[in-house]
């Protein structure tokens, strides 16, 4: 028996607008409306639509049963499509209502808060847990940080607040010689159960796919297959997690990367051993093997498996640091009064803005270009803390007297 | 008269002087012909010409390209980059235009050539062409002096006073010392002392350029006149500034050694803890905006501070209306005219003791560059004193009222009197 656990990240951030100097106090018109909206509507097009297509496709071929998948859609993601593509939010309540689909809670704007504030943390996975209950009906159980940051402060929260699994990166830190081809449980938890990425697998598809460079491109769908196939029999679950962009925007439609899918999906269940199960299935299937535990919090990116690409320079931290000052003060806003504060508050938490911040551009900086609207981290930054200053004003002014 | 930068093609102060100068000058009743590198055709002119080099037909002959060239071509144009070009590298904030395509001369017949009019990498190139194109209006354009502003135009300058055998006047507004330190780029050096050289007459801005003139380029004293800059009247009243919580601390200028932008950061740096409304703009950029970026992030302060790169007059203008203080800590200013465009707009500034505008403002709080603590004072003491303001504002602006280009002017033409005709 074999099982594969599909896992795909749906996010799409709230794109700054050149917010400047002149803006501050002026207008508190932070976002660039036209670029998120046309890269949504390009994104669906390219891939959120005849990806969720396939799946279906292949759901009914296959059953639930012997084919699912997990997702994880951000708040940022579904506010976006609901604002700009509704028909890819019903695409996704399509889909869902296979009973092929697991949705996976995460922070709702997408956000780092777990490295800040325990307290927003908690408040923001709340949050998107109820709107996957009220878009789709789901009550997930199945709990995932942005970009997989993982630490065992982190993993009493979330069991804590009732999930019964997380995702984690299956980073060498984090696993020494063991493979990440088993079901593990959190050592600060023991009762959370830890999926952790095969990277390898994950990434020969979400960033080797179409690399000429790379001695096995081209990857067909036998080849990947048979790669699978020869694992040792013993590691029985492989849970592959990647952005669901990579089909058909990270890897176009021209590389084959539909088709390759599709066959390799096909390919793998010919073995009638073989399942793709959802993360709440695999944690009922398999015994646990054993503990992990992280200290310091890992996260799937770049070759460092750590936070740098978010946090590693002054200019990201500055920005993290004036960003979460204003935590208390908005925790002093009159509930519900002030909901576009709230909205801002959210949006600007997102880790894209930090990401546009990075420095590291050699590389993993081919990756950290990918839909960055600024030409320099340089102007990532002073566009954000523009818009900081505008928005702490705003805060300020809106204190309870 | 020859010229970089006129508006609305203006870089810096250059070009703010150059319409000042010319509009005075005007004024009294000289006739201006201002040839610059590039005319954009939306100069504001009417009592005076603007011709643009890449204007200039020139004829395809090669005799006079042959003796042009011995006559003037006296250094190597393959050079270094001069430090000049420091704000042209990549703008690394793209509020700045965008280049313009190339064109290629007309290879038959009378041609002309491209030019960018902005200081690229290949200014030096431009600055010799610009010498060739100008030196073709020699026997085409009547008239009796020749006044050349600063290095870019010494070459065109020399050739036109050596094709004619008019009176040079060469107009210093930086020199390269100012902009570089105490390692200048030496052909742009060679090409201001040869200018002072072949001058009949040289114009500084301040006392503070002409003793740079007269110690790093060994010129006798007396060739060098001392003719401040000054500001045109504001066609509207400064504004009655909105009482507002948040106090604007402004620097302006381009993002470089010269203008000391990091005594800027290091005062901004001790008083963000005191001064919670404090905000610190910096507008311009340069070869040191990075690591102005960096170094304010490593401080924390980015919240603290906003970078608005390069503005556009009409911005800076805007700016000045949102600004509290001026702060220009000027490691070395020939002058620093914007200081005078932030008291126009009834700002009160703070200059450094090691600009030339120093020399004309007695209502001006000044500091050495250095001083990054009584910097922070001063800077205080505006923000949490209104006092001060007042007491500058009044002052100053009858003090900004004797600055006028009609008097800078009017010196200008007594210097042109003392030439031989």
């Known amino acids: ?66 084919f699912s998948v997990a997702f994880s859609i951000s708040g940022m993601a579904l506010e976006q499509m609901q604002l700009y593509a509704p028909e890819v939010l019903e695409s996704f309540q399509d889909l869902h209502a296979t009973g092929g689909v697991e949705l996976i809670a995460e922070t709702y704007a997408h956000s780092l808060a777990s490295l800040k504030s325990e307290a927003e943390f908690r408040r923001q996975v709340a949050r998107h847990a109820q709107t996957l209950e009220k878009l789709f009906g789901a009550r997930p159980t199945t709990f995932r940080n942005t970009e997989l940051v993982f630490f065992d402060a982190l993993a009493e929260w979330v069991a804590d607040m009732g999930y019964t699994a997380i995702l984690a990166e299956g980073a060498d830190t984090l696993l020494g010689w063991r493979s990440p081809n088993y079901l593990y449980t959190a050592k600060a938890s023991p009762k959370l159960h830890v999926l952790l990425r095969n990277y390898r697998f994950s990434d020969d598809v979400a960033f080797r796919f179409s690399n000429q460079g790379w001695p096995e491109w081209p990857l067909t769908a036998e080849k990947f297959a048979r790669w ?174 | 008269m020859l010229g970089w930068e006129f508006p609305p093609r203006i870089a810096g102060g250059l070009g703010v002087a150059c319409y000042g100068l010319v509009k005075g000058l005007t004024h009294h009743g000289v006739q201006v012909t201002f040839v610059m590198p590039l005319r954009s055709g939306q100069e504001p002119t009417n009592a005076y010409r603007l011709l643009g080099a890449n204007e200039i037909n020139i004829p395809v002959d090669s005799t006079r390209t042959i003796t042009f060239w011995r006559q003037v071509r006296f250094y190597g144009v393959e050079t270094a980059l001069g430090p000049y070009l420091e704000q042209l590298e990549r703008p690394i904030l793209t509020f700045d235009a965008v280049p313009e395509p190339v064109q290629e001369a007309t290879p038959t017949g009378p041609f002309r050539l491209f030019f960018t009019g902005k200081y690229g990498a290949d200014l030096l190139d431009e600055v010799y062409r610009y010498a060739y194109a100008v030196s073709f209006i020699a026997e085409r354009e009547h008239f009796d002096l020749i006044h050349a502003h600063d290095w870019l135009t010494y070459p065109a300058g020399i050739a036109l006073k050596r094709l004619t055998g008019k009176p040079l006047i060469v107009h210093i507004h930086a020199t390269e010392y100012d902009r570089s330190g105490e390692n200048p780029n030496p052909t742009i050096r060679e090409i201001e002392a040869q200018g002072f050289a072949e001058a009949d007459l040289i114009i500084a801005v301040s006392f503070y350029t002409r003793s740079i003139v007269v110690e790093k380029y060994g010129i006798p004293p007396e060739k060098v006149w001392v003719i401040h800059n000054a500001v045109l009247p504001k066609d509207r009243q400064p504004i009655e500034r909105p009482a507002r919580r948040r106090k604007v601390v402004t620097f302006l200028g381009r993002v470089t050694y010269q203008k000391g932008p990091e005594y800027f950061v290091e005062a901004a740096a001790r008083l963000a803890p005191r001064l919670p409304e404090a905000h610190f703009v910096i507008a311009g950029t340069g070869d040191k905006l990075r690591s102005i970026i960096h170094r304010v992030a490593e401080l924390r302060l980015g919240s603290r501070f906003s970078f608005t790169g390069f503005l556009p007059p009409r911005e800076v203008e805007q700016l000045f209306d949102l600004s509290d203080v001026y702060v220009m800590p000027s490691v070395s200013e020939p002058f620093g005219i914007s200081a005078l465009e932030a008291l126009r707009a009834g700002v009160p500034v703070i200059i450094s003791k090691q600009s030339g505008v120093a020399e004309v403002l007695r209502y001006a709080l000044k500091v050495d560059f250095w001083d990054v603590d009584r910097l922070a004072d001063l800077i205080y003491g505006v923000l949490r004193y209104p006092a001060i303001t007042r007491f500058f504002r009044r002052f100053a602006q009858d003090e900004l009222s004797q600055l006028q280009w009609e008097k800078s002017s009017a010196r200008v033409v007594q210097a042109y009197k003392t030439l031989p005709s």
Request: hydrophobic content about 40%; proline content about 7%.
């Open chain 1, 1 to 66: 028996m074999r099982h594969i656990c599909l896992y795909f990240q749906v996010h799409q951030p709230f794109r700054l607008r050149i917010y400047r100097f002149f803006d501050i106090g002026q207008s508190h018109d932070y976002y660039h409306e036209l670029n998120n909206r046309v890269l949504m509507q390009r994104i669906a097009k390219k891939c959120y639509l005849p990806m969720n297509a396939l799946l279906k496709k292949l759901i009914t071929r296959h059953t639930p049963e012997r």
């Open chain 1, 228 to 401: 699978l196939r020869d694992l040792p029999s013993h590691e029985m679950l492989v849970n592959l997690f990647m952005d669901y962009e990579t089909f058909g925007e990270h890897q176009w439609p021209e590389t084959g990367i539909f088709e390759f899918f599709e066959a390799w999906v096909d390919e793998m269940l010919k073995d009638r051993d073989v399942r793709f199960v959802m993360p709440h299935v695999a944690i009922a299937d398999h015994e646990p093997v054993g503990e992990v535990q992280a200290p310091k919090p890992l996260s799937w990116a770049d070759s460092e498996r750590d936070l740098t690409a978010w946090l590693g320079n002054d200019m990201q931290q500055d920005a993290f640091d004036s960003l979460y000052a204003l935590e208390p003060l908005i925790q002093k806003l009159p509930p519900d009064k002030h909901p576009d504060l709230l909205r801002d508050w959210l949006r600007l938490q997102t880790s894209d803005h930090f990401y546009y911040m990075c420095t590291k551009f050699f590389a993993d900086g081919d990756v950290h270009k990918y839909f960055n609207p600024y030409d320099s981290p340089y102007e990532a930054y002073v566009t954000y803390m523009n818009v900081l200053a505008d928005f702490r004003e705003r805060v300020e002014k809106a204190q309870p007297a």
